[in-house]
């Protein structure tokens, strides 16, 4: 797909991205497919990078941070099995698109971005694609927002070495949490589900993301 391709060119690809790389990957639910066919993906990456924006793969969004490969969104959004009424929040806004992709399945969403100009243009995207139900806080993602939780589930998009505790806290009596866990290239997607205050955890699929720096989180960097 080259540069001007028309914005039905883009919807072909966008359904063509869904059908092949993720659900023919394995997502199979349906209200997250349905999503990732409305969000408009390619809004949500540079300009000059627009015509690989249906592509398998990570793309470059600036602070040196990425927005993630397509799959890894979906499965990700599918791990937290949400039913349409939950307060959700995401760790490391990054381009905005997975808070796009999560407010089409939850009641609303809080996201933090420790990059402010990263924050303040995802921002600017979310509200001009009408996502009413997303707040984007510029600030250290890793101690979360505690003043506006408890949340029924979190998505964290950076890599820390163990479960943040202060996250998890945050996190509604029998809500989840999705997150990768590891160091350098030994990471793996995990599902944390709490249950009498205590951590279930489930292991889902090896993964590659920036690492959490200091307690703080940016976004992501899928390989």
Do not use: W
């Not at 990957?25 to 993906?41: E, I, K, S």
């Not at 933090?112 to 921002?123: D, I």
């Not at 939780?149 to 479960?163: F, I, Q, S």
């Not at 720096?213 to 940016?218: E, I, K, N, R």
């Amino acid at each position: 797909m080259k540069r001007g391709t028309s914005r039905s060119d883009f919807s072909v690809a966008r359904r063509r991205m869904v059908a092949d790389q993720i659900k023919g990957a394995g997502v199979t639910d349906d209200t997250v497919l349905a999503a990732m066919r409305d969000v408009p993906r390619h809004l949500f990456v540079p300009t000059g990078l627009r015509h690989r924006a249906y592509h398998g793969c990570a793309l470059p969004i600036g602070y040196e941070q990425t927005i993630s490969q397509p799959f890894i969104v979906g499965l990700m959004t599918a791990l937290l099995e949400l039913q349409g009424d939950e307060h959700v929040l995401e760790v490391g806004t990054g381009s905005g698109y997975q808070a796009a992709v999560l407010s089409h399945l939850a009641r609303s969403v809080v996201s933090v971005e420790r990059v402010e100009p990263l924050a303040l243009r995802s921002a600017r995207m979310l509200d001009e694609l009408g996502y009413d139900n997303v707040e984007v806080y510029a600030a250290d993602g890793g101690t979360g927002v505690p003043e506006r939780g408890p949340y029924d589930a979190v998505a964290v998009t950076a890599c820390p070495r163990r479960l943040p505790s202060l996250l998890f806290h945050q996190l509604r009596e029998g809500g989840t949490l999705v997150l990768p866990i590891g160091e350098g290239e030994e990471q793996i997607l995990y599902r944390y589900r709490k249950r009498g205050g205590e951590a279930i955890v489930e292991r889902s699929v090896p993964c590659r993301f920036v690492p959490m720096l200091d307690g703080l989180v940016g976004s992501t960097e899928n390989a």
